[in-house]
């Protein structure tokens, strides 16, 4: 008789025992979970610079699809003229001290040279 009342007093206090560890575990659950919310990746500037060495720097520029690669032209009058790739963007034509972009929305290497210096090329690499 006395052990059937501590029963049945004892199941309502280990619900709410239950309810209470629940409710105090969500808030550390949403604090744990928020972390994540760091990747933004995308500081990273997607810039090729036209030197006034007729050079092309970084030769190779690594960048993902949907990056917008800027191509800074200096003092130096270049141009950037992509191989007959599918997906590549626009040539850039003579430019100087002037910065413009293309849009890479294709995964693959995107090979190019400027068409003032023989030999100055450069390849853009687009990961999907
Ligand atoms: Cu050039």
Redesign the pocket.
């Known amino acids: 008789m006395v052990l059937r009342v501590l029963a049945k007093l004892a199941v309502p206090a280990a619900l709410a025992v239950i309810v209470a560890c629940a409710g105090g575990s969500s808030p550390t659950a949403t604090t744990g979970g928020g972390g994540g919310g760091g990747g933004g990746g995308g500081g990273v500037a997607d810039q090729v610079i036209?030197t006034t060495g007729?050079a092309f720097n970084p030769a190779t520029l690594n960048t993902s699809v949907g990056h917008t690669v800027t191509f800074v032209f200096q003092a130096q009058a270049?141009?950037v003229l992509f191989d007959a790739v599918p997906g590549a963007p626009a040539n850039i034509g003579s430019s100087a001290n002037t910065s413009v972009g293309r849009l890479f929305n294709t995964a693959g290497t995107f090979p190019y040279q400027?068409g003032?210096?023989a030999g100055?090329n450069g390849s853009i690499v687009v990961a999907p």
Do not use: V
Request: hydrophobic share 40%; proline share 0%.
């Open positions: 036209a007729t270049h141009s400027c003032i210096h100055m």
